[in-house]
């Protein structure tokens, strides 16, 4: 039997493994700036948030109809929820511990959710 210690761990270890595969997937699909920080330090609302942009409304449905696909058919594993559209400039996909943000250009400026959550740890930047 797990310890509750021993459970943790585990959602920890499978949290940073989603959070991995989704930059997988950002990266080929050619999303820029990709930012994976760690959230636990700061909040306890999630573990990771996973931010990119893209460059068009067809490629942030493309990503996200992609992450929702194949983080299904890998993992098991659908959002909990998929918010915002396109044409809006920022979608937020809500996996519970991994929280991710697919935004256009000018959103991910104007939002600067980097800044806003400056003290949460940088795991990967990929430019």
């Keep these: 039997m797990q310890t509750t210690e021993q459970a943790i761990s585990v959602a920890v270890h499978?949290?940073?493994?989603l959070a991995h595969r989704i930059l997988?997937?950002?990266?080929e699909k050619q999303a820029q700036d990709i930012v994976l920080l760690d959230m636990r330090p700061v909040?306890?609302?999630t573990d990771y948030?996973?931010?990119?942009?893209?460059t068009s409304e067809r490629q942030s449905r493309a990503v996200v109809?992609?992450?929702?696909?194949?983080?299904?058919?890998?993992?098991?594993?659908l959002p909990l929820s998929v918010q915002g559209v396109p044409e809006g400039g920022w979608i937020?996909?809500?996996y519970g511990d991994v929280v991710v943000h697919v935004f256009a250009p000018e959103k991910r400026a104007y939002y600067d959710l980097e800044g806003l959550w400056a003290?949460?740890?940088?795991v990967v930047k990929v430019p």
């Design 119 to 122: 003290d949460a740890p940088v």
């Design 92 to 94: 937020i996909m809500d």
């Design 14 to 17: 499978d949290a940073l493994a």
């Design 49 to 54: 948030f996973l931010i990119g942009t893209t």
């Design 65 to 77: 109809d992609e992450i929702v696909a194949r983080v299904k058919a890998e993992m098991g594993v």
């Design 43 to 45: 909040t306890i609302v």
């Design 24 to 27: 997988e997937i950002f990266e």
